[in-house]
């Protein structure tokens, strides 16, 4: 059934009013209520369905700012469940303002469930899914006529804006909980826009990152341009000048995206010029980039794989020979700290997959990986990164993907989210229990999933009895280089009982720069977090346990005190990490700070019970190992 989107009312205060327009007849369906204020966008009204689209007429016919949509919807139909519709807005072709920035020519901003619109957060969970954006949020909270009047849209450049409850509603309340602001004199167009040839609205750099998760192909320009990366090129070359004189490349020589290619060129004896080899290099690299993104797009297309999922494969393929620890940062800009880490992972993780493995020991291993990153999209990376290659020890690593995929497949793990029937009926049953509790119980019942001793609820409920009285301690262990704010986060946490800091042992021994007896500090670091431990309660391990043998000795003291562990890893960008370190009072000697990044490396999920990843600002942006709750 084809339904049309309803008219919404003018905000009492919306100068762009007219005598044909509905007004609001009030303000008590927002008062009182969540609501989220987004940016009116100039387009077409459009509603999406599983069998097909219109624009707000129902019968409406085709026209040329049409066929891109449409396109669009032949991608992501099959996500959309029947009865199901997506409204939004088709960008496609300019009306009164013209755009140069969009990151999509369509936008959703609500999504129907019959005669029920969704809430505003789900409706932007599910738009991701489909690979399409939602409009800019300009403001969001509890209905507060006074801040809501003080946005000051820029009418050169925006419609307006809508304010809707971030609750959802039924079909005949959409008068009560949605209403706009529209600028004055809005339509400018001397002749109407469909009447006249199209202009297209002009699309931004991140464009192509939305292709990707509806399922489009942009070029692999665009999409390192997309990432930032778009000066690949002159990366290569100047990486390939920095080389030792027996022409071995040097110890920082290993570019994103160039898959080792770098190295084996550098170290050929051709009498050559740097630039002809740096030429012939990246001229190989670019074309083994397009055909591993070629196969990978099949892969993730037979995986049945949409949105960020598709993104994290498609990206990690992309820059596959990159440095997982100086990765994930670099990519939290363009990707959000969800994406971003789950491409390193991916990247990290892939070559895993490549090595013979004990059968014996197989489901435990691939199960554990399941913790870490979607094993569909992870062995789907694994073998595209081998596109290309045909000596013999590519060939046995597609034999190990190879074996290793049917054995995921075989343990029912190659789905989205294989743990997701256990992990959400625990999260029904422990729904009364504190977090702590319930992520603790959820973590052993991994665990014990892994081991094949728990496969439904009732098993892992029955497992996890002894934790759920909650008299364990806590201890969060800060991951991360100098300068990277651990020691500010371990400050903000409210619940911390106590913080232990390696530094701050240091400076009580006459110099927090003194690193000659870090045997004695570490040492005596450990036994103050025992103790702490053994009285309960939450400490926090303030270091930069940059690798997973730094942090085994922590975790073992944890162990022993039966705590629940949690990695707190921050993810903050070299450039970040340099300019702190110029302005701090105890300065780390640059050396020093580079020796740290070139060691990072960061856990990987199920390392710890549960893991928070900190961005630069010093807010959690992502998690991993919490049962109920979303996650990334």
Sequence with gaps: MRVHYPRTPHLPWSPGVTSDDVRAGGLAGLAGREVVVTEKLDGENTTLYSDGLHARSLDSAHHPSRAWVKALHGRIARLIPPGWRVCGE???????????????????????????????????????????????????????????????????????????????????????????????????????????????????????????????????????????????????????????????????????????????????????????????????????????????????????????????????????????????????????????????????????????????????????????????????????????????????????????????????????APLEPLRAGMCEALAGYDTDVADRCWAEARQAYALGRASTVEAALALTRRWRPGGFPRLVITVGPSGSGKSTFARSLPDADAVVSLDDLREARGSRADQKANAEVLRDGLDRLDALLGRGGTVVWDATALNRHQRSLVHAVARRRDALTTHAVMLVPKEVLTRRNAGREHRVPPAVLAAQQRRFSPPYPGEAHRTWYVGAEGRIGDTAGGLCGEEG
């Design 90 to 416: 088709n960008m496609h072709a300019r009306h009164s303002l013209a755009y140069d920035d969009l990151e999509s020519w369509f936008y959703a901003f609500s999504v129907w469930d019959g005669d029920r619109c969704l809430g505003w957060d789900a409706t932007v969970r599910f738009a991701r899914r489909l690979g399409v954006p939602v409009p800019r949020v300009l403001w969001r909270g509890v209905f507060d006529e006074r801040a809501i009047r003080a946005l000051k849209p820029d009418t050169a450049r925006q419609e307006g804006y809508v304010v809707r409850t971030v609750e959802g509603f039924a079909y005949d309340e959409f008068p009560e909980r949605v209403a706009k602001w529209v600028r004055k004199g809005h339509v400018q167009t001397d002749e109407h826009w469909m009447l006249a040839p199209v202009i297209e609205n002009g699309l931004s750099p991140a464009a192509a990152l939305w292709e990707v998760r509806s399922g489009g192909r942009p070029a692999v320009p665009a999409l390192l341009a997309a990432l930032g990366m778009a000066n690949a090129r002159q990366s290569l070359i100047a990486d390939m000048r920095d080389t030792r004189p027996d022409g071995a490349a040097a110890p920082q020589a290993h570019w994103p995206g160039m898959g080792g290619a770098v190295e084996r060129a550098v170290a050929e004896r051709a009498e050559t010029t740097v630039a002809e080899r740096a030429e012939r290099a990246e001229t190989t690299v670019a074309e083994r980039a397009e055909a591993a993104v070629d196969d990978v797009y099949a892969r993730l297309d037979l995986l049945g794989r949409p949105g960020d999922a598709r993104l994290a494969g498609v990206v990690a393929v992309l820059l596959h020979g990159a440095y997982r620890s100086w990765l994930g940062p670099r990519l939290v800009a363009p990707l959000g700290m969800p994406v971003a880490r789950r491409v390193a992972d991916l990247v990290g993780l892939h070559a895993m997959l490549h090595r013979d493995f004990p059968d014996d020991e197989r489901r435990a291993g691939l199960a554990r990986l399941a913790w870490a990153a979607d094993l569909g999209v992870l062995h789907a990376v694994a073998a595209s990164v081998l596109t290309g290659r045909d000596d013999a020890e590519a060939a046995a690593a597609r034999e190990q993907v190879g074996w290793s995929e049917l054995n995921a497949e075989d343990a029912g793990l190659l789905g989205e």
